[in-house]
């Protein structure tokens, strides 16, 4: 089956601890974005991918770090200088990284700082 | 810069159309219209894209009226596997990359 998948489902650290959040895609897709979704809110953009070993920075970008050096994967890192991590965090891909390309959502992670 | 706005809830029941409006006053004369839906704890799934006019797909259609200060999209006969938040956002063509995001309406379709 291709598709996005993201790992784990839920996570939870402590306060002032990194966490790294994983994204796999094996549809071929040269980009891949994260998000973050807050109760009650749309989806913010953090940071995004449209060719290997290269992306660049959303709206939020400040408190997370990302790298990617396979196509099929852009992980997501989650510092301690983000402000207020928890929330449900979505990679996407898409076929290349036109505005208009359709994105394709991974199931998500929520992480839970406490 | 646009913004989208949308209503917070709506209701409807198995076998109606639903009409969901999103206002974009600002929006740019290339920026383009682009619906997701989501259900809980899930990833946003694309429904419809467009610019102009109408479009529509095997799920729904997409009313852009000429001056595309709004849009509106129709579901045609919903069912209760239709429940779920319907998010509206604006694609901002003239910039690197720009996707802006509505805070989504929360549909119940009910039996």
């Known amino acids: 089956d291709g598709g996005i998948t993201q790992s784990p489902k839920y996570l939870f650290r402590k306060e002032g601890q990194n966490v790294t959040l994983s994204c796999e895609q094996n549809?071929?897709?040269?980009?891949m974005y994260w998000y973050r979704q807050d109760p009650g809110q749309g989806l913010r953009l953090i940071y995004y991918?449209?060719?290997?070993?290269?992306?660049q920075k959303g709206d939020i970008a400040e408190g997370y770090s990302v790298s990617r050096e396979k196509k099929e994967s852009f992980p997501l890192t989650v510092t301690s200088a983000q402000k207020n991590p928890t929330a449900f965090y979505l990679c996407?891909?898409?076929?290349?990284?036109?505005?208009?390309?359709?994105?394709?959502f991974g199931p998500g992670t929520r992480l839970t700082v406490l | 810069l646009a913004k989208t706005t949308q209503p917070i809830s709506m209701d409807s029941y198995e076998g109606q159309e639903v009409n969901i409006t999103c206002s974009h006053n600002?929006?740019?004369?290339?920026?383009?219209i682009t619906w997701y839906q989501q259900f809980p704890s899930q990833g946003p799934r694309f429904i419809i894209q467009?610019?102009?006019?109408?479009v529509t797909n095997e799920v729904a259609s997409l009313f852009i009226p000429a001056d595309r200060k709004s849009s509106t999209l129709s579901l045609p006969r919903v069912s209760l596997s239709d429940t779920a938040v319907y998010y509206c956002?604006?694609?901002?063509?003239?910039?690197?990359?720009?996707?802006?995001w509505g805070a989504g309406t929360k549909l119940i379709i009910k039996p």
């Open positions: 996407a891909s898409s076929v290349g990284g036109g505005a208009l390309d359709t994105q394709y």
């Open positions: 549809l071929n897709h040269d980009a």
């Open positions: 991918s449209q060719i290997v070993n290269d992306f």
């Open positions: 600002n929006i740019a004369t290339n920026d383009y």
């Open positions: 467009g610019y102009k006019t109408k």
């Open positions: 956002l604006v694609v901002i063509m003239d910039s690197n990359y720009q996707l802006i």
